[in-house]
């Protein structure tokens, strides 16, 4: 696992209390992962704080997976 | 119409000498301080380096890490003691209508740790704004209510009511109304404060507002006093559950005490300062008394408002003896914010849990680090200095004044028939 994965799993298991293995690729931050609007704002917000980015919010909307947020902090980190 | 009877069938207490209300009211009745060195944030630089803090609290022990991290600790405080009501009260689903439960709590500030950790932040970085969506439902003063209504499905009013120091006894008024009135069956209510942060006590100090007895924080909080030197502020939570009388006979529940009447008044005088010839607090107790419709005789114990400041106390106490004159000589009278520090917008909460403990162990719990009279104070007035005193109770009366000049009392009375 990337590097960037590993930060992503470390966030989402910190701000969403979930154990680690329910933290996989395909895992959807809202159906599966329990999380509600203004968490998964959080995590976006993490993310932007965690990796030095800036996800507007036009693209922060495509990123409901696990998956879907190392993809695009694989493609966009600085 | 006729309004309705009110009475109190839990209890929930998260204080400075005690986490239930068993264990608050072995402390009040032991006469135990609250008072310790600061440990929630470092206060060497402040003049005030004490405060009187919930000890051995652990979130971890009342909730998920996920939630707890969405709540302020004055939210958190609110959620342990509505709990621990509301089982007291032996509130379970099918002996209520939801619908017509409701709650009303009382917080002087809100989340003023999230605040100002939100604006360090802010101000630490490059402009570049990172509020966490949490930070405003995490905040505001009303967030406790909304909380306790999620968790148990009340459905009935929910709102909170902000008067600073006054603020839970304007919910336990307006909880009482709106159930004598018919608006609700059960309401929760009480109030809750986590305001030990360094902007709390900063702010507070500037003021002048509180004591500043570093070498000796246990005995700092000293109302009537001639030494005293201002409050010590505390902080945690309380809770009440009022019920209609009818409603509470109806599913077998235990009793309490009766709520008998709220009162309230202005001082409209000065921001922080108390008005001197103590009028707005002999208002507020001439309202509370005609609101219950008992005379001053009635009233056997005073839970006053005595926060060891210079003025407020002498105030407070001319008041007593202008509304009670020579009845004021066979009260007692007690401030147990001499064990427990001030909770500001909590302390109508806790102190009206003390004046129904009171009534229910016949007992007045003190007021502790009574070292040297004060000359202001008519000696003939029994203050309950140092150690409890038993005494037949069936009447007692909780004031609390808020800056602004708010001022509110409340009466309990023993349930009589």
Same mark, same amino acid.
């Given at each position: 696992?990337?590097?960037?994965?590993?930060?992503?799993?470390?966030?989402?298991?910190?701000?969403?209390?979930?154990?680690?293995?329910?933290?996989?690729? @395909?895992?959807?931050?809202?159906?599966?992962?329990?999380?509600?609007?203004?968490?998964?704002?959080?995590?976006?917000?993490?993310?932007?704080?965690?990796? +030095?980015?800036?996800?507007?919010?036009?693209?922060?909307?495509?990123? /409901?997976?696990?998956?879907?947020?190392?993809? *695009?902090?694989?493609?966009?980190?600085? | 119409? !006729?309004?309705?009877?009110?009475?109190?069938?839990?209890?929930?207490?998260?204080?400075?000498?005690?986490?239930?209300?068993?264990?608050? #009211?072995?402390?009040?009745?032991?006469?135990?301080?609250?008072?310790?060195?600061?440990?929630?944030?470092?206060?060497?630089?402040?003049?005030?380096?004490?405060?009187?803090?919930?000890? $051995? *609290?652990?979130?971890?022990? *009342?909730?998920?890490?996920?939630?707890?991290?969405?709540?302020?600790?004055?939210?958190?405080?609110?959620?342990?003691?509505?709990? !621990?009501?509301?089982?007291?009260?032996? &509130?379970?689903?099918?002996? *209520?209508?939801?619908?017509?439960?409701?709650?009303? #709590?009382?917080?002087?500030?809100?989340?003023?740790?999230?605040?100002?950790?939100?604006?360090?932040?802010?101000?630490?970085?490059?402009?570049?704004?990172?509020? +966490?969506?949490?930070?405003?439902? %995490?905040?505001?003063?009303?967030?406790?209510?909304?909380?306790?209504?999620?968790?148990?499905?009340?459905?009935?009013?929910?709102?909170?009511?902000?008067?600073?120091?006054?603020?839970?006894?304007?919910?336990?008024?307006?909880?009482?109304?709106?159930?004598?009135?018919?608006?609700? =069956?059960?309401?929760?209510?009480?109030?809750?404060?986590?305001?030990?942060?360094?902007?709390?006590?900063? $702010?507070?100090?500037?003021?002048?507002?509180?004591?500043?007895? +570093?070498?000796?924080?246990?005995?700092?909080?000293?109302?009537?006093?001639?030494?005293?030197?201002?409050?010590?502020?505390?902080?945690?939570?309380?809770?009440?559950?009022?019920?209609?009388?009818?409603?509470?006979?109806?599913?077998?529940? %235990?009793?309490?005490?009766?709520?008998?009447?709220?009162?309230?008044?202005?001082?409209?005088?000065?921001?922080?300062?108390?008005?001197?010839?103590? &009028?707005?607090?002999?208002?507020?107790?001439?309202?509370?008394?005609?609101?219950?419709?008992? %005379?001053?005789?009635?009233? =056997?114990?005073?839970?006053?408002?005595?926060?060891?400041?210079?003025?407020?106390?002498?105030? @407070?106490?001319?008041?007593?003896?202008?509304?009670?004159?020579?009845? /004021?000589?066979?009260?007692?009278?007690?401030?147990?914010?001499?064990?427990?520090?001030?909770?500001?917008?909590?302390?109508?909460?806790?102190?009206?849990?003390?004046?129904?403990? /009171?009534?229910?162990?016949?007992?007045?719990?003190?007021?502790?680090?009574?070292?040297?009279?004060?000359?202001?104070? =008519?000696?003939?007035?029994?203050?309950?200095?140092?150690? /409890?005193?038993?005494? =037949?109770?069936?009447?007692?009366?909780?004031?609390?004044?808020?800056? $602004?000049?708010?001022?509110?009392?409340?009466?309990?009375?023993? &349930?009589?028939?």
């Amino acid at each position: 696992m990337s590097e960037i994965a590993e930060k992503v799993k470390a966030i989402i298991i910190d701000k969403l209390g979930v154990e680690e293995s329910e933290v996989t690729p @395909e895992a959807s931050f809202t159906n599966d992962l329990g999380a509600d609007s203004l968490d998964t704002v959080e995590l976006i917000m993490e993310f932007e704080k965690e990796f +030095n980015v800036s996800i507007p919010d036009d693209q922060a909307e495509n990123i /409901a997976t696990v998956g879907q947020a190392v993809s *695009y902090l694989e493609e966009h980190a600085k | 119409m !006729e309004l309705k009877r009110v009475v109190v069938t839990g209890l929930g207490a998260l204080t400075p000498i005690g986490n239930t209300v068993a264990d608050y #009211w072995n402390g009040l009745s032991n006469g135990v301080s609250g008072a310790a060195p600061t440990t929630r944030f470092d206060a060497g630089k402040f003049k005030t380096q004490f405060a009187c803090e919930v000890k $051995g *609290y652990v979130p971890e022990n *009342y909730f998920d890490r996920k939630e707890a991290r969405k709540m302020d600790l004055f939210s958190q405080f609110a959620m342990v003691v509505a709990d !621990e009501a509301v089982k007291d009260a032996n &509130l379970v689903e099918g002996t *209520y209508d939801p619908g017509r439960v409701g709650v009303i #709590w009382g917080s002087g500030i809100g989340g003023l740790r999230t605040f100002q950790e939100e604006c360090v932040n802010f101000a630490n970085g490059d402009g570049t704004p990172r509020f +966490n969506p949490f930070f405003i439902p %995490k905040m505001i003063v009303d967030i406790s209510a909304g909380h306790i209504s999620i968790k148990y499905g009340f459905r009935g009013p929910n709102f909170s009511t902000v008067s600073a120091c006054a603020s839970a006894t304007n919910a336990l008024i307006d909880s009482f109304n709106y159930i004598r009135l018919g608006m609700a =069956d059960v309401i929760v209510s009480g109030g809750s404060e986590a305001a030990v942060t360094e902007a709390g006590i900063g $702010g507070f100090n500037a003021l002048k507002a509180l004591s500043e007895r +570093n070498d000796s924080p246990e005995t700092a909080s000293r109302p009537f006093d001639k030494d005293r030197d201002g409050f010590v502020l505390g902080e945690g939570a309380g809770a009440l559950i009022l019920e209609e009388y009818e409603h509470a006979k109806k599913r077998g529940a %235990k009793i309490y005490a009766e709520i008998i009447g709220g009162g309230m008044s202005a001082d409209a005088y000065h921001i922080t300062a108390p008005h001197p010839e103590g &009028l707005g607090a002999l208002n507020v107790m001439q309202n509370v008394l005609r609101d219950a419709n008992i %005379k001053p005789e009635d009233v =056997d114990y005073i839970n006053v408002h005595g926060t060891s400041t210079p003025l407020g106390d002498v105030s @407070e106490v001319k008041a007593i003896q202008t509304v009670f004159g020579e009845h /004021a000589y066979k009260l007692n009278i007690s401030s147990t914010k001499s064990m427990t520090g001030h909770l500001l917008g909590a302390a109508g909460a806790i102190e009206a849990i003390a004046c129904i403990l /009171a009534i229910q162990h016949q007992e007045v719990p003190p007021t502790i680090n009574h070292f040297t009279d004060d000359e202001s104070f =008519d000696p003939g007035l029994n203050f309950t200095f140092n150690k /409890a005193q038993k005494r =037949d109770i069936k009447v007692a009366l909780s004031n609390t004044f808020g800056f $602004g000049g708010h001022n509110t009392s409340v009466l309990f009375r023993q &349930l009589n028939d």
